[in-house]
């Protein structure tokens, strides 16, 4: 491939997952133009929270360390789109940068991982919950407030790895990132979405470009699902009311069945003592105030002081 054959360059990071991902969009595209899957390149672009391995990323700077390189790349003209988990992404995008397609969500539920139980109800007590989100810890104390949780990070593979050596008795992983690298059968059951409510863009990959690049916009309506799109908006409509970050734990989730969207939101305190949760729906084209009423009301109903 020279470059004089490329018709569009792709950022992304460089995990197995994020290639996976990488890839399905490139598969895509290539059939929308009618071009080869070589003419389109595949950037990798190492972001700061892949270089941060020693701390939870809550610490460091927040979600927005996946993505923070990758759009400067966007920003620099380097790559016309980038592929991002939509979880990862912050809660607002950079100036000059939109999210301008979704593929189809994948199963947005978590996926318990462990040797010695079933559920997370069947754990022993005081066993050991290898997770860095705050969301995941702060439902399972919830639900098990004698859990010991240690932060575990990398990839899904060094993840997976650390229950089977024993150095944590389990851990929680999104089962659409199982599922995409073929390691669904890694999951010992299923999280419940209602008992255990999603992150705000769980499985849903996202495709941001930058705003004044209309062909690319243009190229990526063909790809995008309408229905995760509209979903993902209500959810980062709730964020973005909240001003979420990593240090909070919150989630949120919302499915779209023909005109109506059905949406639920949850923020926590991280040992789970203190939640607060609510529901509601509408038309589909009111997602954004349906996500950013949602996020209003439990700042109300949460009180001063509750996120500090």
Known sequence: MTQSTVSLRIGSRGSPLAMVQARTVRARLAAVLKIDEDDIEIVVIRT?????????????????????????????????????????????SQPGLMLAACLERE??????????????AELPHGATLGTVSQRRQAIAMRARPDLKVVPIRGNVDTRLRKV???EVDATILALAGLKRLGLADRAISVMSADDFLPAVGQGAIGLETRVNDERTRALLSHIDHADTSVA?????????????????????????GGDTLHFRG???????????????????????????????ELKRLSGPGFFD
């Open 48 to 92: 700061t929270g892949d270089m941060i391995q020693d701390r939870p990323l809550s610490e460091a700077g927040g979600k927005g360390l996946f993505t923070k390189e990758i759009e400067e790349a966007l920003l620099d003209g380097r790559i016309d789109l980038a592929v991002h988990s939509s979880k990862d992404m912050p809660t607002f």
């Open 107 to 120: 199963d947005p539920r978590d996926a318990f991982i462990c040797r010695k139980a079933r559920t997370l």
């Open 164 to 166: 089977d050596s024993g």
């Open 232 to 256: 993902l908006a209500a959810e980062r409509a709730f964020l973005a009311e909240l001003d979420g970050s990593c240090k909070t734990p919150i989630a949120g989730h919302a499915t779209v």
């Open 266 to 296: 949850l923020i926590a305190r991280p040992d789970g003592a203190a939640a607060h949760d609510i529901a509601g729906s509408g038309h589909r084209d009111d997602a954004v105030k349906i996500g950013t009423e949602a996020g209003r």
